[in-house]
């Protein structure tokens, strides 16, 4: 997850000898499709990580301290430490004391107002129960910017229900960075929309964050959209360049949340400047929207 990527690179920027250990065939898998989780990995691993993919660890081995950590395949890693990142449950037991609902899952469960079933009191955060946005399938995402935006909707909810103000469901929005190149991602990977038999079609473009492309701060852009082939509506985004990849992964997050289509963002209107954004010319996100148009037209 992107916490443990996050902690090895800093870890190695601090001189530890790190390796990462994750037991889906690529790390971020969950989060990114593995053309680009590849490349993040590759980043990761030229930056000192040492990575181990496909394999899990077993046992945590040591008499009063860590000495070595056991993996799922046999192999014994020799190490100093150990830092989880693997995930967390909801803390809600102040809500099964007042006798509020919690689900199977362990979250309290909510409306799209964010109230619970108890007049009067709302719940929101990371034990608020979470719908996916595409699929209304229920998931465990805890993002601090999910629960502002969570926190919002239960205020402006709070007196009266303002109809117009509700909270459809969990997008999922995530950036980081590494170094100079970051990297985010919004609503559903191409994995999970097929996983889920949802009809689709998929755009990958890969520009430069800046024209003409040899100014000093430029950055290799790539952006990968994930619509639906019917209606054309964008349903996920992932995009690796510069530091700029934090803001246009909202821009993504913010056309799922309006259900924009691919033909919105064929006639987006957009500010360009060579210092700040990629060519109008060759602006990826809307190369990759051009992208997508063009399978389905030819399909």
Known sequence: GFIG????DE?????HEVMLVEKQPEILALAFDIELSERIEELLKSRGVKVITGNGISEIVGE???EAVKLENGDVLDCDAVVLSIGYKPNVELARKAGIYVDES?????????RTHVKDIFALGDCAQKRDFITRARVSTMLASTACAEGRIA???LFKLNVVKTFSGTIAIYSTAIGDTGFGTAGITEARAKNEGIDYVTGLFEGVDRHPGNLPTAHKQLVKLIAGRQSGVIIGGEVIGGLSAGELTNVIGLAIQNRMTVNSLLTFQIGTHPCLTSSPAGYPLIKAAEIIATKVKAH
């Open 5 to 8: 990527v996050e902690f090895s």
């Open 155 to 157: 205020g402006m909810n």
């Open 11 to 15: 870890l190695t920027k601090g001189g």
């Open 106 to 114: 362990g979250f309290i469960a909510v409306d799209e107002y964010m």
């Open 64 to 66: 009063g301290k860590v």
